[in-house]
């Protein structure tokens, strides 16, 4: 008679079995997490026209000088057209010179990360979270903020994209970063740059005629 071939049960994992099996599945998520990771680092984070990227648009979008100035909420700015009346003003602290032109302003107050308004009524910006002020060129000139306003470099095109004039970049060490631009003869368009946000110079001083 001829035995018939029976399964021999799999012996139990040992301790030392299923703490390698743990280990080994541990370092491979650990892999895969780490391999996504730097696909994520690797691929371009920003796309045009979203904020943290290059935000164009037409000259006929900015506002006109002296006028108040433009939200462009999406991508976190204020547009301002410095014109005689904003180089002028009392109020600006004379340890800033103000540059007539357009700058691009970061709406976010820098003294807590609020988002400060403009308020018509009194031709100036105001944080509604702890009082901050600054006017429309960007100074601060009252509130518990120690610096003037973030701002973005810019740049103007042609109907070629050739840049005719420009503010500078962030990192450069130009006095000029983010600062006022006259629109050039020939310009069809602005560009700004928000992923090189320029720090607002320190300003602890009384503004006048607050």
Same mark, same amino acid.
């Given at each position: 008679m001829t035995t018939a071939n029976v399964a021999t049960p799999a012996a139990p994992l040992t301790r030392r079995e299923f703490l390698y099996y743990v280990w080994a599945a541990s370092i491979a998520l650990f892999m895969a997490e780490m391999g996504g990771a730097l696909i994520w680092f690797a691929l371009p984070r920003f796309k045009e026209g979203e904020f943290g990227g290059v935000i164009t648009l037409p000259i006929s979008d900015l506002p006109t000088p002296d006028s108040g100035p433009k939200d462009l909420p999406d991508v976190r700015i204020w547009l301002v057209n410095l014109g005689e009346g904003r180089i002028d003003d009392n109020r600006q602290p004379g340890e800033y010179t103000v540059n007539g032109g357009v700058r691009a302003l970061y709406k976010i107050c820098v003294h807590l990360g609020c988002l400060?308004?403009? &308020?018509?009524?009194?031709?100036?910006?105001?944080?509604?979270?702890? @009082?901050?002020?600054?006017?429309?060129? +960007?100074?601060? =000139?009252?509130?518990?903020?120690?610096?003037?306003?973030?701002?973005?470099?810019?740049?103007?095109?042609?109907?070629?994209?050739?840049?005719?004039?420009?503010?500078?970049?962030?990192?450069?060490?130009?006095?000029?970063?983010?600062?006022?631009?006259?629109?050039?003869?020939?310009? &069809?368009?602005?560009?700004?740059?928000?992923?090189?946000?320029?720090? @607002?110079?320190?300003?602890?001083?009384? +503004?006048?005629? =607050?």
């Open positions: 400060y308004k403009w &308020v018509p009524t009194n031709d100036r910006f105001e944080c509604p979270c702890h @009082g901050s002020k600054y006017l429309a060129s +960007g100074s601060r =000139i009252d509130g518990p903020a120690t610096r003037n306003l973030d701002s973005f470099p810019i740049e103007f095109v042609d109907d070629d994209g050739n840049v005719l004039a420009q503010s500078g970049t962030a990192g450069t060490g130009k006095s000029e970063e983010g600062g006022a631009l006259e629109i050039p003869s020939g310009a &069809v368009a602005i560009r700004i740059d928000t992923g090189q946000r320029v720090e @607002g110079a320190s300003n602890t001083q009384p +503004g006048g005629g =607050i």
